[in-house]
């Protein structure tokens, strides 16, 4: 109904136009009146400091408002009826919106990136001839160095130090105090190390401020510049290597690495979270070792991406002689994208103990600028009041829709700013942690382990479960102060079959119904207690990360694919009172009791094309939570992989009116919105607006003495279209990435305002 009243509105709404466009308007001409209004800028970069103005173009008598979030990082005045002119105030971004009424309310964004003005300083003479210092929290300042310009001696490189140290100090103090403002700045770095420590204090200071870098330029920094002289500056040992500051260096203090037991052992740098990505970096540092020949160093990486690990080169083996410093150098150029990243020194060519002193890093270029989402309006922020939980999906070792997505700082940044929930994709699924190639343990070994044997267990083995990317999602979990719903103990589909087969072999015969009961309680039981146990180690409380258990998922659809009914094959279909499903939220719930959870923790069931099988889902929670002290089932889970076509709103609503009324908890867990051909982005950002409104309506409009919570989460399936499993329908809030925000994330938020 709704749609062809739609229809005929936007007939009679074409109809009209069609007619006012061949009739002069008072005032404007039909030419202008075609014009779209928009902004003079969809984005701008500005410096600290710097103006601009913003134009709202072809609104001439319209009503206007502006307004602008994070007012810290940029402000605006008024410059006429139609335009205002931005000041960058402080690195960051923001957003500057223009509402529109024609006819309704629209509103018009620019992105506004507000960056530091760099400063260049002019080299400084200086007396300190002890060697080139740094400030890793300044530009670099250049001195004199300490290198000597003694002969290498016969067969000995030209980049290792004599033993001896010169002893020529300055001769001379200056006698008179500058005398001029110096009058032109430097315009080429040195191209040679100073060959000799200077003989008398330079005779004059510069007294101007230094200028700002021309545009476009980059100011190189020091990273870290250490002679190791108060302790290890961050270093540790690389596998069975220690390390220790020694007294041995070239002027004082150095690192000792000792213990050594292979090739890859040695002192290592984790720069991961400080580092510049897609920056290029130069490192030098000096290197000894004592033995009695020549052996070879090696200055490398260890970098992360996707889950996969590289060692990439930064200065190929360098042949090192006994007793004598010898100084390596090399550039990285840092990836844009890693999840992990450490400098290290090596020994390839055996596991002799060395010594390291007087290592610099140094960036060269500006790289990529910092990840930043705080410039966009946060999702969970928005709906603070009406939702309990905002969440999103994300993956923590799979590749098909760019995975590892845990594992990269960048997106963890990203849903933290907008998200307080998250679900895996596919790591809590029983195909992941009963996995085919994990074969199986001795029951004795398996209580080892920690895995709960239930009481009338027969057989002498069970499935060993994989829980290691288990617990380092936990460890990300907290370190993000994030939650997670647990996604799926039960489910039709992605459950090994060897589950269900005698000896745990995919080729053997099924078991009976009775040992599968076992296998069941031993699955959910040993799962639950082992994330519990985690939690409780993480942060002193079980329950505190994982708020949820999706128990069963997709029952109603049990018969669609004839490669997923194994648990068909032991228990037969048993309609809408599967014995099975009961049984599994009974195991659940006893163990939320031994850790006295389950007031905190809830149980749901979840399913897709909810809308169409309402009443089957409603029937099958009533069964589960037949003849129980309380209802063990709390939560119904409500996918919504929907079209802009399908459902309609009244369907949908009409779902979300059953589900409240049986006073369970109510989500929408896995969220995406798929447009058509012919359809346009506008039409999915209208959508997603529809959606979102129906359930903020539903939510404060339900009957509070029926269900208290009501509407407690909504879930989007999905950070961004291109890793989408809807890729081609252009389904999420964002599109190519975590910085495109598409109409539909503006809606979306918009959904939300009063």
């Known amino acids: 109904m709704q749609k062809k009243q739609a229809k005929v509105f936007a007939g009679l709404l074409s109809m009209s136009l069609a007619v006012s466009l061949m009739t002069p308007l008072q005032g404007v001409s039909g030419q202008a009146a075609r014009r779209k209004i928009a902004l003079s800028k969809k984005s701008v970069t500005m410096t600290v400091g710097q103006k601009k103005t913003i134009r709202i173009k072809n609104a001439k008598g319209k009503r206007i408002k502006w307004s602008i979030k994070k007012k810290s990082i940029a402000s605006y005045k008024k410059s006429g009826k139609y335009a205002v002119k931005l000041t960058a105030k402080k690195k960051g971004t923001t957003t500057l919106t223009c509402k529109v009424k024609n006819g309704k309310w629209k509103s018009y964004?620019?992105?506004?990136?507000?960056?530091?003005?760099?400063?260049v300083r002019t080299p400084v003479a200086t007396n300190d001839a002890a060697k080139i210092t740094k400030n890793p929290s300044s530009t670099a300042v250049v001195t004199a160095s300490s290198v000597p310009t003694e002969t290498p001696k016969n067969g000995q490189d030209a980049t290792q130090e004599p033993e001896k140290t010169p002893t020529v100090k300055p001769t001379a103090t200056p006698t008179a105090k500058p005398t001029a403002t110096p009058t032109v700045t430097p315009t080429a770095k040195p191209t040679a190390t100073p060959t000799a420590k200077p003989t008398a204090t330079p005779t004059a200071k510069p007294t101007a401020t230094p200028t700002a870098t021309p545009a476009g330029e980059f100011?190189?920094?020091?990273?870290?510049?250490?002679?190791?002289?108060?302790?290890?500056?961050?270093?540790?040992?690389?596998?069975?290597?220690?390390?220790?500051?020694?007294?041995?260096?070239?002027?004082?203090?150095c690192l000792s690495v000792t213990g050594r037991t292979s090739t890859w052992n040695g002192a290592e740098l984790n720069v991961t979270d400080s580092i510049v990505k897609g920056a290029t970096y130069s490192i030098s540092v000096w290197v000894k070792q004592t033995t009695s020949s020549d052996q070879t160093i090696k200055l490398s990486a260890n970098l992360t991406v996707s889950g996969q690990d590289s060692y990439p080169a930064i200065k190929e083996e360098t042949t090192l002689k006994s007793g004598v410093w010898t100084k390596i150098e090399g550039t990285y150029e840092v990836p844009e994208s890693f999840s992990k990243l450490t400098f290290y020194v090596e020994g390839p060519s055996g596991n002799f103990d060395f010594l390291v002193d007087d290592l610099t890093i140094t960036q060269t270029t500006a790289g990529k600028e910092p990840f930043n989402p705080e410039g966009l309006t946060s999702i969970k922020d928005t709906y603070s009041g009406i939702f309990e939980r905002m969440g999103n999906v994300v993956s923590y070792n799979t590749s098909w829709n760019n995975g590892y997505q845990m594992q990269n700082d960048d997106t963890m940044k990203f849903v933290k700013h907008h998200f307080n929930s998250y679900t895996l994709e596919n790591e809590l699924k029983p195909a992941q942690i009963l996995s085919d190639w994990s074969g199986t343990i001795s029951v004795s070994e398996a209580k080892k382990l920690g895995y709960v044997i239930p009481d009338g267990y027969t057989e002498s083995t069970v499935g060993k479960l994989n829980f290691?990317?288990?617990?380092?999602?936990?460890?990300?979990?907290?370190?993000?102060?994030?939650?997670?719903?647990?996604?799926?103990?039960?489910?039709?589909?992605?459950?090994?079959?060897?589950?269900?087969?005698?000896?745990?072999?995919?080729?053997?015969?099924?078991?009976?119904?009775?040992?599968?009961?076992?296998?069941?309680?031993?699955?959910?039981?040993?799962?639950?207690?082992?994330?519990?146990?985690?939690?409780?180690?993480?942060?002193?409380?079980?329950?505190?990360?994982v708020y949820c258990w999706d128990i069963t998922n997709e029952y109603t659809h049990r018969t669609n694919d004839p490669a997923a009914t194994s648990w068909m094959d032991v228990y037969g279909n048993m309609g809408l009172k599967p014995t099975y499903v009961k049984k599994a939220y009974e195991i659940a719930y006893d163990e939320l009791k031994q850790y006295g959870l389950q007031e905190d923790v809830t149980l749901f069931y979840n399913d897709y094309n909810e809308y169409d099988v309402a009443d089957e889902i409603v029937e099958l929670i009533n069964y589960i939570n037949e003849g129980e002290e309380a209802k063990i089932c709390g939560g119904i889970g409500m996918?919504?992989?929907?079209?802009?076509?399908?459902?309609?709103?009244?369907?949908?609503?009409?779902?979300?009116?059953?589900?409240?009324?049986?006073?369970?908890?109510?989500?929408?867990?896995?969220?995406?919105?798929?447009?058509?051909?012919?359809?346009?982005?506008?039409?999915?950002?209208?959508?997603?607006?529809?959606?979102?409104?129906?359930?903020?309506s539903k939510q404060e409009n339900r009957d509070k003495s029926v269900?208290?919570?009501?509407?407690?989460?909504?879930?989007?399936?999905?950070?961004?279209?291109?890793?989408?499993?809807?890729?081609?329908?252009?389904?999420?809030?964002?599109?190519?990435?975590?910085?495109?925000?598409?109409?539909?994330?503006?809606s979306f938020i918009d959904a939300a305002s009063k």
């Open 109 to 119: 964004r620019c992105k506004v990136k507000v960056k530091k003005a760099t400063l």
């Open 219 to 253: 100011a190189e920094k020091t990273y870290l510049s250490t002679g190791f002289e108060d302790g290890t500056d961050g270093f540790t040992g690389r596998g069975a290597a220690k390390v220790a500051v020694d007294s041995g260096g070239r002027s004082g203090n």
């Open 468 to 545: 290691d990317s288990v617990d380092k999602i936990l460890e990300i979990a907290n370190q993000y102060g994030l939650q997670m719903r647990g996604h799926v103990m039960q489910w039709h589909q992605q459950t090994s079959t060897r589950f269900f087969k005698e000896g745990y072999s995919s080729s053997g015969a099924n078991v009976s119904k009775e040992v599968m009961d076992k296998r069941l309680e031993f699955y959910i039981r040993s799962v639950m207690k082992h994330v519990m146990d985690k939690e409780k180690s993480l942060t002193g409380k079980a329950g505190s990360l």
């Open 639 to 696: 996918q919504s992989h929907i079209t802009v076509n399908y459902p309609s709103l009244e369907k949908y609503g009409t779902a979300v009116d059953k589900f409240l009324a049986t006073g369970l908890q109510v989500q929408v867990t896995e969220l995406d919105i798929g447009i058509e051909d012919g359809q346009t982005e506008e039409d999915l950002a209208n959508h997603y607006s529809d959606i979102m409104k129906l359930l903020i």
């Open 707 to 746: 269900n208290v919570r009501g509407i407690t989460g909504v879930t989007v399936w999905g950070l961004y279209d291109t890793v989408s499993w809807r890729k081609p329908t252009s389904c999420l809030l964002f599109g190519s990435g975590l910085d495109d925000p598409k109409a539909a994330f503006y």
